[in-house]
T-cell receptor, first 120, second 108 residues
Framework: GAVVSQHPSRVICKSGTSVKIECRSLDFQATTMFWYRQFPKQSLMLMATSNEGSKATYEQGVEKDKFLINHASLTLSTLTVTSAHPEDSSFYIC????????????????FGPGTRLTVT | GQNIDQPTEMTATEGAIVQINCTYQTSGFNGLFWYQQHAGEAPTFLSYNVLDGLEEKGRFSSFLSRSKGYSYLLLKELQMKDSASYLCAVRVRRQLTFGSGTQLTVLP
């Protein structure tokens, strides 16, 4: 099946610094990737839709200047949390759709393993 | 806006059957997904329904009624490893909107 990786799996950073999280589709191409955030005991909240070769689409309430998204290739999207603060501590998960597949499987999003960000 | 409701918690006994309900009100509908998520891990895909009816896959089945805005996930022959959060998600165009998840605890 399709595999999505994320790096790093865990990161601890100091308040005010920036952190970059990578999301890669390992065996398929993804023109669209999605970034979610999940706080403890809460569900996934879509932050933004990352489109290869164009600007990301951010959900209401998500600051695009704080959460920078770059989707430079068909297999890689990055999320950079700039000037991180303790309230940004969360579980960040990316997902990707297989651009080439058809039928019902084309609707499935494959999730990465997530990145646990702790800002001290 | 999008509104997806699921029970917060459910408890069942090993070997039993449990049904997790999901109701939704969304601006558009392109399918409904069920995911399983263990604590600290990413969600894993369980099922996808876009037409009315029952989809069966091993011990797991999922049902959809579009006219009622209703779905359920049925888990049979429960095992201890089935203890997890179960997320209902509705696809609207290319995006998924998730419910708050149902935390299922399977007791011996």
């Amino acid at each position: 099946g399709a595999v999505v990786s994320q790096h790093p799996s865990r990161v601890i950073c100091k308040s005010g610094t920036s952190v970059k999280i990578e999301c890669r589709s390992l065996d398929f191409q993804a023109t669209t990737m999605f970034w979610y955030r999940q706080f403890p005991k809460q569900s996934l909240m879509l932050m933004a839709t990352s489109n290869e070769g164009s600007k990301a689409t951010y959900e209401q309430g998500v600051e695009k200047d704080k959460f920078l998204i770059n989707h430079a290739s068909l297999t890689l999207s990055t999320l950079t949390v700039t000037s991180a603060h303790p309230e940004d501590s969360s579980f960040y998960i990316c997902s990707a759709r297989d651009s080439a597949s058809g039928g019902p499987s084309s609707y499935e999003q494959y999730f990465g393993p997530g990145t646990r960000l702790t800002v001290t | 806006g999008q509104n997806i409701d699921q029970p917060t918690e459910m408890t069942a006994t090993e070997g039993a059957i449990v049904q997790i309900n999901c109701t939704y009100q969304t601006s558009g509908f392109n399918g409904l997904f069920w995911y399983q998520q263990h604590a600290g891990e990413a969600p894993t895909f369980l099922s996808y329904n876009v037409l009315d009816g029952l989809e069966e896959k091993g011990r797991f089945s999922s049902f959809l009624s579009r006219s009622k805005g209703y779905s359920y996930l049925l888990l049979k022959e429960l095992q201890m490893k089935d203890s997890a959060s179960y997320l209902c998600a509705v696809r609207v165009r290319r995006q998924l909107t998730f419910g708050s998840g149902t935390q299922l605890t399977v007791l011996p």
